[in-house]
């Protein structure tokens, strides 16, 4: 089953990583990256005032035990000079803790030191990498706009071409029916030419006209018949 799962979220992954791929846009994944340098070096620089601060304030305290190990020398003398040997005692005692402490000190801002010079290199590197980045950045985005711009500027093509096929396509079936009325028009012509008649009445009014002209061929005949009775029996 572990197997089987391993395989299914594989393809899983595959199939959004290529989706993903589709519809992302390399330019803001070049400014997103941009920002994140940016971001990177502005935490250095952070951590940089940090530990500058940090070493300051302990130059500060420095500073204050140096003024209290000679305000203890000064007291141990005062205390001698008054015959107060126990007092200059623990004056000089407190005065070589402090001188301990101050050696203490001492080390830690050297290393505090030492760890700022670190981090002034590398903000000095990545510095370098932001503005280097930078530069690379425009151009990959000037590359990427030219790119897509002809690639746009093929496919509008290729899809005029597929529009000139249709177009054309649709003026040769408009030529090829004007032809066959023209042909048609032509053949019309040939007919009144050599005396054809062009019947351009309907069938019913055809009809009706038809027997209407019976009628008056059958009254005719009548008249006429009519006409030859009366004659014979007058004479």
Known sequence: MTGLFDRVKAIVSAKVNKLLDKYEDPREQLDYAYDKLN??????DMALARAIASRKKLEFTKKRLQERVKDLEDSA??????????LARKA???????????ESIDKRIEEMKSEEEGLKDVREKLRSQVDLFRAKKEQLKAEYEASKAQVEVKEMISGLGDSVASISETIERAERKIDDLKARSAALDEVVAVGGDLDLLQDEERDEIEKELDK????????????????????
């Open 77 to 86: 003398k005062k205390a001698m000079q008054l015959g107060r040997e126990d």
């Open 92 to 102: 000089l005692e407190r005065k070589i803790v402090l001188e301990r402490e101050l």
């Open 39 to 44: 971001q990177q070096l502005h935490n250095v």
């Open 216 to 235: 008056i061929s059958l009254s005719q005949q009548v008249e006429e018949e009519f006409a030859k009775l009366k004659q014979t029996v007058k004479g």
